[in-house]
T-cell receptor, first 111, second 115 residues
Framework: EDQVTQSPEALRLQEGESSSLNCSYTVSGLRGLFWYRQDPGKGPEFLFTLYSAGEEKEKERLKATLTKKESFLHITAPKPEDSATYLCAVQARGGSYIPTFGRGTSLIVHP | NAGVTQTPKFQVLKTGQSMTLQCAQD?????MSWYRQDPGMGLRLIHY???????DQGEVPNGYNVSRSTTEDFPLRLLSAAPSQTSVYFCASSPRWTGKSYEQYFGPGTRLTVT
């Protein structure tokens, strides 16, 4: 059974204080790993897809990296507008093609 | 493109009532899915479809029914609402997997309360 574990559950940062969110996964062959951002009262919004270990992708203050067992979402010099819940999901080889989601990390950035 | 639309945005039901949550997408995506999101539980898959006429169960299918008669629409039916079905429901769609993984596009959600 595919499993996705995100840590920490919640993270509070001061503006400018860089940190990382973790997504550990167990799948029978990885097709793709996704990161989403979700604002309160809204649907998840796509950020990145990673396909293979060693791959990295960047968007503004966010950088996603992937190893064979986990992915990190690095947030550099965060701003209050980066406050959101960040969700990780994995799509496994075989099966339904529908990704399995972790429970998310709630990030609050204080000014 | 409107993307993925969901109606209604809010709904209150009494225990035992039935209703249909509507979901439509205008991107010609083959894959569609329904999730529920509860505090601390993340997104849990209810039902999904890989094309018109094809549906399958996800992680938490009990008490829900789906059908997919067209590519665009994927309604979710609550057969006899229970308080345990109080949740936020999200519909999502994505292109068919063709050797590349495509991200899902999510609707704005339906907040359902069952009393």
């Amino acid at each position: 059974e595919d499993q996705v574990t995100q840590s920490p559950e919640a993270l509070r940062l001061q503006e400018g204080e860089s940190s990382s969110l973790n997504c550990s996964y167990t799948v029978s062959g990885l097709r793709g790993l996704f990161w989403y951002r979700q604002d309160p009262g809204k649907g998840p919004e796509f950020l990145f897809t990673l396909y293979s270990a060693g791959e990295e992708k960047e968007k503004e203050r966010l950088k996603a990296t992937l190893t064979k067992k986990e992915s990190f979402l690095h947030i550099t010099a965060p701003k209050p507008e980066d406050s959101a819940t960040y969700l990780c999901a994995v799509q496994a080889r075989g099966g339904s093609y529908i990704p399995t989601f972790g429970r998310g990390t709630s990030l609050i950035v204080h000014p | 493109n409107a993307g993925v639309t969901q109606t209604p945005k809010f709904q209150v039901l009494k225990t035992g009532q039935s209703m249909t949550l509507q979901c439509a997408q205008d991107m010609n995506h083959e894959y569609m899915s329904w999730y529920r999101q509860d505090p601390g539980m993340g997104l849990r898959l209810i039902h999904y479809s890989v094309g018109a006429g094809i549906t399958d169960q996800g992680e938490v299918p009990n008490g829900y029914n789906v059908s997919r008669s067209t590519t665009e629409d994927f309604p979710l039916r609550l057969l006899s609402a229970a308080p345990s079905q109080t949740s936020v429901y999200f519909c999502a769609s994505s292109p068919r997997w063709t050797g590349k993984s495509y991200e899902q596009y999510f609707g704005p959600g339906t907040r359902l309360t069952v009393t």
